[in-house]
């Protein structure tokens, strides 16, 4: 078993908009959970460059790993890419 699969953690994802809340985990991106759970949001490049899947973060804690096509108050509002960041806690979103 690998380190990452050591520290592998379930966690709840709550889509606000769709109503819907799913059981995630600390290791795939929010894109890819959000797809797996049914929940659609819009995308384009996958790579954290074009803002398309921006979401809101209204509750938990994340790791971003890309959010330079978000501007400075748009961070400052809780928005983060779905495509490149990774929840690390029970987090809701507005999408």
Same mark, same amino acid.
């Given at each position: 078993m690998t380190n990452q699969q050591e520290n592998k953690q379930s966690l709840q994802i709550n889509y606000q908009n769709s109503e819907i809340t799913v059981t995630g985990d600390n290791q795939q991106l929010l894109l890819d959970q959000a797809e797996k759970a049914g929940v659609?949001?819009?995308y384009s490049c &996958?790579?954290?460059?074009?803002? &398309?899947?921006?979401?809101q973060l209204t509750e938990g804690e994340v790791s971003i790993l890309n959010n330079e096509a978000l501007t400075d108050e748009e961070k400052e509002q809780g928005y983060i890419l779905a495509c490149s960041t990774i929840p690390l806690s029970d987090i809701t979103l507005k999408h």
């Open positions: 659609a949001i819009p &996958r790579g954290g460059k074009c803002g &398309r899947c921006k979401v």
